[in-house]
């Protein structure tokens, strides 16, 4: 072809995916464990797109109908997003743009401002459908990028080609929504074909049988640029490390100590001298600075992925528990992280086991009777799961049976509490452990036949304001939990995050780190969560978060073992629930060591994790300030160190679009690495570090 018809067809193709179609119809489907838990329908007339959207899964999804008014140029001038969130809040969005300046309307509010010459809103509830025309988009920018308003910047790398069944798409990212980049494939006509996830998929109606592939190549893809991370971020020395002049921590005993040195080698610390001690030959230094180092934090509730285990490890959580995922993913991701492949956490995982219903979450194992939930209880028990965790849907009369089969394997029982019985009856039953508080509430101010398969479980909070926590149901239950030495995992800043977030304000569970996250993620971290049909229950909200938090201090002065989770994956979150201790009463050396020890000490693996003594793992976080003093402390990590690998905050967050909240610490190499006997000529060790 000559240049001229060349370059004559390329723009030629650039105007046909530029200018809107005359009349499209799209439809997907989205896919979670295997099943289909809602639909997407995109009907494009001319320059108007009418867009419906529904998901139910896990008792609960957005329903959402979007028009989009598209420009010449294929970006929207106008959009409207009406319906209802995740939780049942009311959505009502807007966007215009004319004569150089753009409005919007949304949970913060009405505002403008003048609209670059070629820029892209970024609905604050927009579905999926919304990437493929992001994506269009940018792929006309010669550098892929254009502005965002309501801010930032939107990006776009080609990922190359993905054959999927018999035909082959073009895999994308886009960047500057969210923590992470958007995975997507578009088809020849640069039409979104599928949005790809590790867990699921949104996929063009028809090709439901391709998710397999389309999961297995959002883990292969997601893998890649995590190794690639972990590259950049992970640093280790192939030298004994002296981290000078720091007070360490000691959550047994709850104190700060004087300035030590610490120091590490092999994954392993090899030593806390004092202050004034020589060093030896050959060590790498860390300057502490005089700041405080912590034993490495645990998430007891988590559901990670390759994304939330290098933000945990940026906010100093090196071990979690996983409540449940993808059983195909999880063993997977465990293996990559213990071969040092990407960066994360140690994880204990549970797992999850949920009753067949029109409101089961499509996670882990869904079983449709009594024996097929025996069977996973085996199942889970021979590839090492440490519990079961039940959820809501299980038919509360298959407890006793599946607790008792656990615990002839050696595993532990934990959960929700399901459906139509009450806490009691499940520590009856055989319950270990209760996760989440409201599952102990609820129980206490609820009818028994009201279903808390629906998000009710959660809207039904605001009835807890009044609840007298000195009342002899509410003692009955902890009573029945100091004799049964029944645990609890109260993921107490995610229902703050569910409680107290209202339109255009920031819920105190994220309001200290807010202004360092993505707009994106601002964005929806100041909307509503729950359904606040006005003042009263603005209020019976606030009040359900005053009671929560007498019910934790209550919780702690009856002896019952508390582990810190959040069922959230930024990291920072874990900061909050320790905050959220605080303020509940519960001293602060006391919240500490829940945070580190504790939670060892009921896995079991206290001789080697929890604290900092010589002999154990080398997981801790180094922080300029003292967070015995406020806990607010915990964000401004300068340092991590898991297995005795370095991580600097400072150099991962902006990975994620996250202003970092401390400088990393200073740090001298070795000059000349000690000459073993028999050795051949010594060498300069700089030459074996990686930064």
Same mark, same amino acid.
């Given at each position: 072809?000559?240049?001229?018809?060349?370059?004559?067809?390329?723009?030629?193709?650039?105007?046909?995916?530029?200018?809107?179609?005359?009349?499209?119809?799209?439809?997907?489907?989205?896919?979670?464990?295997?099943? *289909?838990?809602?639909?997407?329908?995109?009907?494009?007339?001319?320059?108007?797109?009418? &867009?419906?959207?529904?998901?139910?899964?896990?008792?609960?999804?957005?329903? $959402?109908?979007?028009? /989009?008014?598209?420009?010449?140029?294929?970006?929207?001038?106008?959009? @409207?997003?009406?319906?209802?969130?995740?939780?049942?809040?009311?959505?009502?969005?807007?966007?215009?743009?004319?004569?150089?300046?753009?409005?919007?309307?949304?949970?913060?509010?009405?505002?403008?401002?003048?609209?670059?010459?070629?820029?892209?809103?970024?609905?604050?509830?927009?579905?999926?459908?919304?990437?493929?025309?992001?994506?269009?988009?940018?792929?006309?920018?010669?550098?892929?990028?254009?502005?965002?308003?309501?801010?930032?910047?939107?990006?776009?790398?080609?990922?190359?080609?993905?054959?999927?069944?018999?035909?082959?798409?073009? %895999? =994308?990212?886009?960047?500057?929504?969210?923590?992470?980049?958007?995975?997507?494939?578009?088809?020849?006509?640069?039409?979104?074909?599928?949005?790809?996830?590790?867990?699921?998929?949104?996929?063009?109606?028809?090709?439901?049988?391709?998710?397999?592939?389309? !999961?297995?190549?959002?883990?292969?893809?997601?893998?890649?640029?995590?190794?690639?991370?972990?590259?950049?971020?992970?640093? *280790?020395?192939?030298?004994?490390? +002296?981290?000078?002049?720091?007070?360490?921590?000691?959550?047994?005993?709850?104190?700060?100590?004087?300035?030590?040195?610490?120091?590490?080698?092999?994954?392993?610390? !090899?030593?806390?001298?004092?202050?004034?001690?020589?060093?030896?030959?050959?060590?790498?230094?860390?300057?502490?600075?005089?700041? !405080?180092? #912590?034993?490495?934090?645990?998430?007891?509730?988590?559901?990670?992925?390759?994304?939330?285990?290098?933000?945990?490890?940026? @906010?100093?959580?090196?071990?979690?528990?996983? $409540?449940?995922?993808?059983?195909?993913?999880?063993?997977?991701?465990?293996?990559?992280?213990? @071969?040092?492949?990407? %960066?994360?956490?140690? &994880?204990?995982?549970?797992?999850?086991?949920?009753?067949?219903?029109? =409101?089961?979450?499509?996670?882990?194992?869904?079983?449709?009777?009594?024996?097929?939930?025996?069977?996973?209880?085996?199942?889970?028990?021979?590839?090492?799961?440490?519990?079961?965790?039940?959820?809501?849907?299980?038919?509360?009369?298959?407890?006793?049976?599946?607790?008792?089969?656990?615990?002839?394997?050696?595993?532990?029982?934990?959960?929700?509490?399901?459906?139509?019985?009450?806490?009691? @009856? $499940?520590?009856?039953?055989?319950?270990?452990?209760?996760?989440?508080?409201?599952?102990?509430?609820?129980?206490?101010?609820?009818?028994?036949?009201?279903?808390?398969?629906?998000?009710? +479980?959660?809207?039904?909070?605001?009835?807890?304001?009044?609840?007298?926590?000195?009342?002899?149901?509410?003692?009955?239950?902890?009573?029945?939990?100091?004799?049964?030495?029944?645990?609890?995992?109260?993921? %107490?800043?995610?229902?703050?995050?569910?409680?107290?977030?209202?339109?255009?304000?920031?819920?105190?569970?994220?309001?200290?780190? /807010?202004?360092?996250?993505?707009?994106?993620?601002?964005?929806?971290?100041?909307?509503? /969560?729950?359904?606040? %049909?006005?003042?009263?229950?603005?209020?019976? =909200?606030?009040?359900?978060?005053?009671?929560?938090?007498?019910?934790?201090? #209550?919780?702690?002065?009856?002896?019952?073992?508390?582990?810190?989770?959040?069922?959230?994956?930024?990291?920072?979150?874990?900061?909050?629930?320790?905050?959220?201790?605080?303020?509940?009463?519960?001293?602060?050396?006391?919240?500490?060591?829940?945070?580190?020890?504790?939670?060892?000490?009921? $896995?079991?693996?206290?001789?080697?994790?929890?604290?900092?003594?010589?002999?154990?793992?080398?997981?801790?976080?180094?922080?300029?300030?003292?967070? !015995?003093?406020?806990?607010?402390? #915990?964000?401004?990590?300068?340092?991590?160190?898991?297995?005795?690998?370095?991580?600097?905050?400072?150099?991962?967050?902006?990975?994620?679009?996250?202003?970092?909240?401390?400088?990393?610490?200073?740090?001298?190499?070795?000059?000349?690495?000690?000459?073993?006997?028999?050795?051949?000529?010594?060498?300069?060790?700089?030459?074996?570090?990686?930064?």
């Amino acid at each position: 072809m000559s240049p001229t018809l060349l370059r004559t067809a390329l723009l030629a193709s650039t105007l046909f995916i530029a200018t809107p179609a005359c009349a499209q119809h799209e439809r997907l489907s989205v896919i979670a464990n295997g099943e *289909k838990v809602g639909f997407l329908d995109a009907d494009q007339q001319g320059s108007t797109v009418t &867009i419906h959207y529904d998901v139910k899964n896990n008792g609960r999804g957005p329903t $959402m109908t979007e028009s /989009i008014a598209l420009g010449a140029d294929g970006t929207p001038v106008g959009w @409207a997003l009406d319906g209802k969130s995740t939780f049942g809040g009311d959505v009502h969005e807007s966007f215009s743009r004319s004569g150089g300046t753009a409005r919007w309307s949304d949970s913060m509010g009405k505002r403008s401002a003048p609209a670059p010459a070629a820029g892209l809103y970024i609905g604050q509830n927009a579905s999926p459908w919304a990437l493929g025309l992001y994506a269009r988009a940018l792929l006309q920018r010669p550098d892929g990028t254009l502005p965002a308003m309501p801010g930032g910047q939107l990006r776009i790398e080609k990922l190359g080609p993905a054959k999927i069944g018999t035909a082959t798409y073009q %895999a =994308y990212a886009i960047s500057g929504i969210d923590l992470s980049p958007e995975m997507i494939l578009l088809d020849g006509h640069q039409r979104l074909f599928a949005v790809l996830e590790t867990g699921g998929a949104v996929v063009r109606e028809g090709h439901e049988a391709e998710v397999p592939a389309l !999961t297995q190549l959002a883990a292969d893809l997601t893998a890649k640029r995590y190794a690639a991370l972990q590259q950049r971020f992970a640093h *280790k020395i192939d030298a004994p490390v +002296r981290i000078r002049n720091v007070r360490v921590f000691d959550p047994a005993s709850g104190t700060l100590g004087a300035p030590v040195s610490v120091l590490f080698a092999e994954g392993r610390i !090899t030593g806390i001298q004092p202050l004034d001690a020589q060093p030896s030959s050959g060590e790498a230094t860390i300057e502490g600075d005089g700041g !405080t180092l #912590l034993p490495g934090l645990h998430d007891m509730h988590a559901h990670t992925g390759l994304e939330s285990a290098m933000l945990y490890i940026a @906010a100093g959580v090196t071990s979690v528990r996983d $409540m449940g995922n993808d059983n195909a993913f999880l063993p997977r991701l465990i293996r990559q992280i213990d @071969a040092g492949e990407v %960066a994360g956490p140690r &994880i204990v995982p549970n797992g999850f086991l949920e009753g067949r219903s029109p =409101y089961s979450a499509r996670l882990g194992i869904v079983a449709d009777s009594e024996r097929a939930a025996i069977d996973a209880v085996r199942w889970y028990a021979a590839r090492g799961y440490w519990q079961v965790k039940i959820y809501n849907s299980m038919n509360p009369a298959w407890v006793p049976a599946i607790a008792q089969e656990a615990h002839r394997l050696g595993m532990g029982v934990t959960g929700h509490i399901p459906a139509f019985t009450n806490a009691d @009856a $499940m520590i009856a039953a055989g319950y270990d452990e209760v996760t989440h508080i409201n599952q102990l509430m609820l129980g206490w101010v609820l009818d028994p036949r009201e279903d808390t398969r629906t998000p009710l +479980r959660l809207t039904a909070m605001r009835r807890t304001a009044g609840l007298d926590l000195a009342s002899p149901a509410v003692a009955k239950t902890l009573d029945a939990m100091v004799a049964g030495h029944v645990a609890h995992d109260p993921t %107490a800043v995610t229902l703050e995050l569910l409680m107290r977030s209202r339109n255009g304000m920031a819920s105190p569970s994220v309001a200290s780190y /807010i202004d360092h996250l993505p707009i994106g993620l601002q964005r929806r971290r100041r909307q509503a /969560i729950a359904p606040i %049909a006005g003042p009263d229950d603005a209020a019976a =909200y606030d009040g359900a978060m005053v009671k929560v938090k007498q019910l934790l201090k #209550l919780l702690h002065d009856r002896g019952v073992t508390l582990l810190p989770g959040t069922d959230d994956q930024t990291g920072l979150s874990v900061h909050r629930e320790l905050e959220i201790y605080a303020e509940a009463g519960i001293p602060i050396p006391d919240v500490l060591r829940l945070g580190t020890l504790t939670p060892e000490r009921y $896995m079991g693996r206290d001789q080697k994790l929890g604290s900092i003594a010589r002999g154990k793992r080398a997981d801790f976080l180094l922080l300029p300030g003292d967070p !015995t003093k406020d806990l607010r402390e #915990l964000h401004r990590i300068s340092m991590v160190v898991k297995d005795g690998t370095i991580y600097f905050p400072a150099e991962i967050y902006p990975a994620f679009g996250v202003k970092p909240f401390a400088d990393a610490p200073k740090i001298s190499r070795p000059a000349v690495a000690p000459k073993a006997a028999g050795s051949g000529p010594s060498h300069d060790a700089a030459d074996e570090f990686l930064f």
